[in-house]
């Protein structure tokens, strides 16, 4: 193949592209927030909630709800002409935690969604990240007729670490959604360069 000689004679742009995860609990809006960002159709993996399921499934709290995620979601944003995030979003209901090592393989980090209403369902999705130092951010989902906490407060009930970030987020919301996604991606690349820097004693 031949290769055309790119005008003045730059190099062509090869964007970076980097792995975030979607995680959080069952129904918190994984699957609502790479669909409203993603540029390309999302691939999702969508199965209807079945009678079968209800002794498991914990529908407490996501009323209205009909399908749930039993693989992933898939979707990709361009933030800047060089930086192309892929997303994969988690399946949110305990029985698929076999499939997160797979999805977590070369993250560069993650945001994990949370309910304030139902903000324990969050704790293992926190857990799992902490645990195996991938860099996150915990994105509150703001539903309507929650009460509004702020940041702070949350990050204490969740007892964070002081620089994991904590933002509010509409995840219908594109502009808000892509906000999320830059905080990670920076908030990564500084535990990342934190991590770089030479030990002086
Ligand atoms: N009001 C409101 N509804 C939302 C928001 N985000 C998601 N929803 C709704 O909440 C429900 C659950 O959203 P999903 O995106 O399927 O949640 P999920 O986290 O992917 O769910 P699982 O994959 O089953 O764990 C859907 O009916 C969404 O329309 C939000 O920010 N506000
Ligand atoms: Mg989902």
């Known amino acids: 193949m031949i290769f055309k000689r790119s005008p003045r004679g730059t190099a062509p742009v090869e964007p970076v592209t980097l792995k975030i995860l979607v995680a959080g609990g069952f129904g918190v ?12 159709k999302p691939l999702r993996t969508e ?10 499934d914990d529908l407490n709290g996501v009323p209205g709800k009909h399908t749930t995620t039993v693989a992933m979601d898939f979707g990709r944003i361009t933030l800047r002409e060089d ?3 892929y997303l994969f979003g988690t399946p949110g209901q ?6 997160w090592d797979e999805l977590a393989t070369g993250a560069l980090g993650a945001v994990v969604l949370a309910d304030t209403r139902r903000l324990e369902d969050c704790f293992a999705a926190v857990d799992y990240f902490e645990r195996r130092s991938i860099p996150f951010v915990v994105g509150v989902n ?7 906490y702020p940041a702070e407060e949350v990050r204490q009930a969740l007892d964070l670490d002081p620089g994991t970030p904590v933002v509010l987020c509409d995840a219908r ?5 892509k906000e999320v996604l830059i905080d990670v991606v920076e908030h990564a690349m500084a535990v990342g360069a934190a991590a770089r820097e030479p030990v002086t004693t």
């Not at 703001?142 to 509004?148: D, I, K, L, P």
């Open 83 to 85: 930086l192309v995030l």
């Open 29 to 40: 809006g994984k699957t609502t927030l790479v669909g409203a960002v993603s540029e390309i």
């Open 94 to 99: 305990d029985r698929f935690w076999f499939l």
């Open 142 to 148: 703001c539903f309507e007729g929650a009460t509004r």
């Open 173 to 177: 919301e594109k502009e808000s959604v």
């Open 47 to 56: 199965e209807a909630l079945s009678e079968a399921g209800r002794p498991v």
